[in-house]
């Protein structure tokens, strides 16, 4: 922990990947269990069967429900003190890039102002006919599956599996992983690709790569520092 503190003191530009762990603490379940919460984020689907456009062109209603389920759960959320030390990181750190996997919008309610967001954001809803994007956070929503003014059916503004990561963001996460001296892992099970595989640009770059997680995931065996443990109990403590 002490040589941590005094990496995130001496380092000059500092990239963070985060996921589904660092909002476990605010209520907001992971996808893959661990910490104790329900083992499959929603009844007997998996977000691999239910986050693709295939599940979404078969039954639009079905992966609204989950959605919308999710979204009525994060509303009630509020940021965990993991999520303010981030925060308070970026302000004071000169180049500091958080790159987020989560699309709960937790980081920016925390106050981080530099988020990359690569997987969307599941306050957002995006039109299936003339593309057209606005934010809706009312829980629940009014009709399910939404509907656009133009009459199409909008779909959440989130990346799901076998789409593309919006190009602008890709590149700037690329761009903050390659130019970072330290690179934090942060509550990611670190097997969705690309996002996971930042740390090892990182690494190959030479920057030092810490992971801060409850449990070992496939990543720990590459990386400089291990910190096991809750992140919202250990991000106050390293950022203090
Ligand atoms: C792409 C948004 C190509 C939606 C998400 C076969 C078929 C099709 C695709 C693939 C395939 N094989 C590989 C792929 C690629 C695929 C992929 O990686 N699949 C995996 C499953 C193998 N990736 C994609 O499809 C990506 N796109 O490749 O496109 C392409 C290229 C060009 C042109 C066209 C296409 C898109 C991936 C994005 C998917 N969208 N989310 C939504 O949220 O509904 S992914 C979603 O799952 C999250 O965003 C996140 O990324 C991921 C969950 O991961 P984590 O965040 O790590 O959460 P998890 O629950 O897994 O782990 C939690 C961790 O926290 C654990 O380690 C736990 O120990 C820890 N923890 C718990 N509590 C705490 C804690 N740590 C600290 N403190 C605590 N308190
Ligand atoms: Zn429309």
Redesign the pocket.
């Known amino acids: 922990m002490h040589s941590i503190r005094e990496w995130l003191r001496d380092a000059s530009s500092i990239a963070v990947l985060t996921?589904?762990?660092?909002s476990?603490?605010s209520g907001v379940p992971?996808?893959?269990?661990?910490?104790g919460n329900n083992p499959g984020l929603w009844k007997r689907y998996r977000?691999?069967e239910l986050?693709t456009p295939a599940a979404f062109a078969r039954d639009p209603k079905l992966v609204w429900e989950w959605?919308d389920w999710r979204r009525g759960l994060i509303a009630e959320a509020r940021p965990n003190p993991g999520h303010y030390a981030l925060a308070k990181a970026e302000a004071r750190t000169p180049n500091f890039t958080l790159i987020t996997?989560?699309?709960d919008g937790l980081h920016e309610l925390a106050g981080s102002r530099n988020v990359l967001r690569l997987?969307?954001s599941?306050w957002i809803l995006r039109c299936m006919e003339c593309r057209r994007e606005r934010e809706d956070r009312r829980t629940p929503l009014p009709e399910i599956p939404p509907r656009c003014e133009c009459g199409g059916m909008l779909r959440?503004g989130?990346?799901?599996?076998?789409?593309?990561?919006p190009a602008k963001i890709w590149q700037d996460a690329e761009m903050a992983a390659r130019s970072a001296d330290l690179f934090l892992l942060?509550?990611?099970?670190?097997?969705?690709?690309?996002?996971a595989g930042l740390a090892s640009m990182a690494k190959s770059v030479g920057a030092r790569v810490v992971e801060?997680?409850?449990?070992e995931?496939g990543f720990s065996d590459s990386i400089d520092e291990f910190l096991q443990g809750?992140?919202?109990e250990l991000l106050p403590q390293l950022m203090a």
């Open positions: 996921g589904a762990g660092v476990a603490e992971t996808f893959r269990g661990g910490s977000a691999e986050a959605y996997q989560n699309v997987h969307g599941i959440p989130v990346v799901w599996f076998g789409e593309a990561l942060i509550g990611t099970s670190a097997v969705v690709y690309p996002a801060i997680n409850i449990a995931t809750p992140s919202g």
